[in-house]
C-alpha cells in the first residue's frame, strides 16, 4: 500500500511539474501549452495559442470549443456565446456546445435565456444532468420556488444519491416557509455528504 501510494505521488508530483514547466525552445504542441497556460491561469494566452486553430480549415470542432471556454474564462461572455453558437452549428447534435451556451449567459444574470438553452438540450436529452442543474440555478435566481421544488424533486428521483439536487430542492422548501420539508431534505444531505455546511446550519437553526 505505501509503495502505491509513493508512486501515485510521484506521479503526481511529475504531472505538476509538466504543467508548471516553462516553456521549451523546441516548437511546442500548442495544445499542451495551452493547458498548461490555463493552469497558471493565463487564459489569454491559453486562447491565443488555440485561436489559430479554431479559425484553420478543414474545421476543427473541439478547437472552436476551447477557444469558447477560453473566453469564457476571460469574463469575455458575449464572444464566448457566439463561438459556442458556432460549434453548435458545426455539429447541431453536439449538447457539450449547447450546455456551453449556458455558461456566458448565466454569467451575465439572462437567466430566462439559460433556461430556454437547457430546454433545448433536454429536448434531445431528457435527464441530462448538467442541464437540469443549470436550469436549477437560473429557477433559483429567478426566485421560482415552486417550480424549483417541483423540478428539484423530479430529477433527484432520477439521481437518488446526488446531494446537489437535494440542496435545490430544500432551499426551494425552506424560501416557500416549508420548513419540515426543508429539514428532511437537508437531513438526507447530510447522509450523502456528512458535515455539509449549508444542511447542518439550517438543521441548527431549524430544531
Same mark, same amino acid.
Given at each position: 500500500?505505501?509503495?502505491?501510494?509513493?508512486?501515485?505521488?510521484?506521479?503526481?508530483?511529475?504531472?505538476?511539474?509538466?504543467?508548471?514547466?516553462?516553456?521549451?525552445?523546441?516548437?511546442?504542441?500548442?495544445?499542451?501549452?495551452?493547458?498548461? #497556460?490555463?493552469?497558471? $491561469? %493565463? /487564459? @489569454? !494566452? &491559453?486562447?491565443?495559442?488555440?485561436?489559430?486553430? *479554431?479559425?484553420?480549415? =478543414?474545421?476543427?470542432?473541439?478547437?472552436?470549443?476551447?477557444?469558447?471556454?477560453? #473566453?469564457?474564462?476571460? $469574463? %469575455? /461572455? @458575449? !464572444? &464566448?456565446?457566439?463561438?459556442?453558437?458556432?460549434? *453548435?452549428?458545426?455539429? =447541431?447534435?453536439?449538447?457539450?456546445?449547447?450546455?456551453?451556451?449556458?455558461?456566458?449567459?448565466?454569467?451575465?444574470?439572462?437567466?430566462?435565456? &439559460?433556461?430556454?438553452?437547457?430546454?433545448?438540450?433536454?429536448?434531445?436529452? =431528457?435527464?441530462?444532468?448538467?442541464?437540469?442543474?443549470?436550469?436549477?440555478?437560473?429557477?433559483?435566481?429567478?426566485?421560482?420556488?415552486?417550480?424549483?421544488?417541483?423540478?428539484?424533486?423530479?430529477?433527484?428521483?432520477?439521481? =437518488?444519491?446526488?446531494?446537489?439536487?437535494?440542496?435545490?430542492?430544500?432551499?426551494?422548501?425552506?424560501?416557500?416557509?416549508?420548513?419540515?420539508?426543508?429539514?428532511?431534505?437537508?437531513?438526507?444531505?447530510?447522509?450523502?455528504?456528512?458535515?455539509?455546511?449549508?444542511?447542518?446550519?439550517?438543521?441548527?437553526?431549524?430544531?
Amino acid at each position: 500500500m505505501k509503495t502505491t501510494a509513493l508512486i501515485s505521488l510521484r506521479s503526481l508530483l511529475v504531472l505538476g511539474t509538466l504543467l508548471l514547466a516553462p516553456p521549451s525552445t523546441a516548437q511546442q504542441d500548442p495544445w499542451a501549452e495551452s493547458y498548461r #497556460l490555463e493552469y497558471i $491561469g %493565463k /487564459y @489569454a !494566452e &491559453a486562447q491565443a495559442l488555440i485561436e489559430p486553430l *479554431a479559425a484553420r480549415q =478543414p474545421i476543427n470542432e473541439f478547437a472552436i470549443m476551447r477557444s469558447a471556454w477560453l #473566453l469564457h474564462l476571460q $469574463g %469575455k /461572455y @458575449a !464572444e &464566448a456565446e457566439k463561438r459556442y453558437q458556432r460549434a *453548435a452549428e458545426v455539429n =447541431p447534435r453536439s449538447l457539450e456546445s449547447r450546455l456551453g451556451i449556458m455558461l456566458p449567459q448565466m454569467a451575465l444574470y439572462r437567466w430566462n435565456d &439559460a433556461i430556454q438553452s437547457g430546454r433545448k438540450v433536454l429536448a434531445d436529452s =431528457p435527464w441530462n444532468y448538467t442541464a437540469h442543474v443549470r436550469i436549477m440555478i437560473s429557477e433559483e435566481a429567478l426566485s421560482r420556488w415552486e417550480e424549483l421544488a417541483k423540478h428539484a424533486a423530479e430529477v433527484s428521483a432520477r439521481y =437518488p444519491a446526488d446531494a446537489t439536487l437535494l440542496v435545490y430542492w430544500a432551499r426551494a422548501e425552506a424560501a416557500l416557509k416549508r420548513t419540515r420539508k426543508a429539514r428532511e431534505l437537508y437531513a438526507q444531505v447530510l447522509e450523502r455528504v456528512p458535515g455539509h455546511i449549508e444542511a447542518g446550519n439550517f438543521i441548527r437553526n431549524n430544531p
